[in-house]
């Protein structure tokens, strides 16, 4: 099976990075193809037929700084310009998430610490319209 992990950040030293290698690990042993898409590659060495950097999903891009800023920290009274902002970058997220999926042949897509976190509201909403 051809699965694709998307991922804020890969390689890193914290809990879901660690997590996720483990999951990488056990999954190529069952025989099966991992690809990886990712905003960000810490510490790790790419391999481009199977990892691929999309910056938008790192949790420290424009996009997921705004919107932890207008949704967390500064919130507008109308939330009208967060909700434009996380649908346009998700727009553009699951866009570029669809094209990998069919052009790596994904069978299935795990989402790690993305789906749910505040963090990054665009990208987990974009997850959300991929599946």
């Given at each position: 099976?051809?699965?694709?992990i ?14 996720t ?25 790419m ?5 691929y950097?999309f ?12 919107g ?28 570029a ?35």
């Amino acid at each position: 099976m051809r699965i694709g992990i998307i991922i804020g950040r890969i390689g890193g030293v914290d809990g879901v990075a660690l997590e996720t290698e483990k999951w990488i690990d056990v999954l190529k042993k069952l025989g099966h193809e991992v690809f990886i898409m990712s905003g960000e590659f810490e510490s790790w060495t790419m391999d481009y037929e199977h990892d691929y950097l999309f910056p938008a999903l790192s949790f420290f891009s424009v996009e997921a700084e705004w919107g932890q800023r207008k949704a967390f920290f500064e919130p507008d009274k109308h939330p009208d310009a967060l909700l434009e902002h996380v649908e346009k970058a998700s727009n553009r997220m699951h866009l570029a998430m669809r094209q990998w999926v069919a052009k790596k042949k994904i069978d299935v897509i795990l989402s790690e610490n993305a789906s749910a976190l505040p963090c990054h509201l665009s990208m987990g909403v974009a997850i959300k319209k991929t599946c």
